[in-house]
C-alpha cells in the first residue's frame, strides 16, 4: 500500500503499525518523537495498536526546548 510518510510516497506492507513504521524509517531518538496519522497525534501508548492504511500520511515531529 502507499502511504506517505514526512511529505514523501512510500509503499508499505499492508497492515503495518506506527510501532513497526517509527523502526522501518530508522527514526532517530524515537522515545522523544512525537507521531501523527493524517493530522491526529498518536498518543505513545498507542503506537503498537495503530494500524496505517492506504493514503494515510504520517510525520515524525520533535519538539525541542530551549531559551534562556
Known amino acids: 500500500m502507499i502511504i506517505t ?3 514523501v ?11 513497526q513504521l517509527v523502526i522501518d524509517e530508522n527514526v ?3 522515545q522523544y518523537v512525537t ?5 491526529d497525534f498518536v498518543e505513545n501508548s ?3 495498536s495503530t494500524v496505517l ?3 494515510d500520511t504520517v510525520e515524525f ?8
Open 46 to 48: 498507542q503506537l503498537e
Open 28 to 30: 532517530e531518538t524515537p
Open 61 to 68: 515531529l520533535y519538539f525541542m526546548g530551549g531559551g534562556q
Open 53 to 55: 492504511h492506504e493514503g
Open 5 to 7: 510518510v514526512a511529505g
Open 9 to 19: 510516497k512510500k509503499e508499505v506492507k499492508d497492515g503495518i503499525t506506527v510501532a
Open 35 to 39: 507521531v501523527t496519522v493524517n493530522d
